[in-house]
């Protein structure tokens, strides 16, 4: 009930409260979890207080052991971005130990893209255009580029790697 709570008193004019509410959610025994955090975060940052909502991730990576998972590291970004720190979050990003899978890309692109930096976004999710699809498709056509949307959207699916209907080792 806490999230419908927060967006009630959103509604009402009153983020304090609501970013109260997700908070103590979030400080919740196991609260912490990505889409908690996540709302948090665009919440302090909707209403003005962007470096609160970094003080939290800091404070929670503290709690975690110093690491930072990447679902936390997502907000962490997006925060930076729009404070201005585009370099910084880029850096961040891909000095991290998940900074080269395609959830990073994903993640990099829109900072880019964000910041006006298409082209750059473009060539981040060009590395692994089987998996950018859509997103590297309108990112092109933002660059007028509608051909290679085109060519990118008309491609059949990467299959998945198939199954062995049998296993020769015991579970254990």
């Known amino acids: 009930m806490a999230v419908p709570l927060a967006r009630l008193l959103v ?9 109260e509410v997700m908070r103590g959610l979030a400080d919740l025994p196991g609260g912490a979890e990505n889409w ?19 003080a939290y991730l800091d404070a929670l990576r503290a709690r975690r052991g110093g690491e930072e998972e990447w ?8 925060l930076m971005a729009g ?26 692109s829109e900072i880019l893209a964000e910041a006006g930096r298409t082209a750059e976004a473009v060539a981040v999710l060009e590395r692994d ?11 092109l056509i933002d660059l007028g580029r509608v051909q290679d ?16 209907s049998y296993c020769e080792e015991p579970p254990f």
Request: with cysteine; glycine share 10%; charged share 15%.
């Open 129 to 139: 255009a089987a998996t950018a699809g859509a997103r590297l498709a309108g990112y």
């Open 149 to 164: 949307a085109v060519q990118i959207l008309q491609r059949p699916p990467v299959p998945a790697a198939p199954t062995p």
């Open 11 to 19: 509604r009402n004019g009153q983020a304090g409260e609501a970013i």
């Open 36 to 54: 908690i955090v996540g709302t948090l975060c665009t919440l302090y940052a909707d209403h003005g207080r962007a470096h609160d909502a970094l």
């Open 83 to 108: 404070l201005g720190l585009v370099d910084e979050a880029l850096e961040l990003a891909r000095a991290h130990p998940e900074g080269s899978t395609w959830y990073a890309a994903w993640s990099v």
């Open 71 to 78: 679902e936390f590291l997502g907000p962490r970004l997006a």
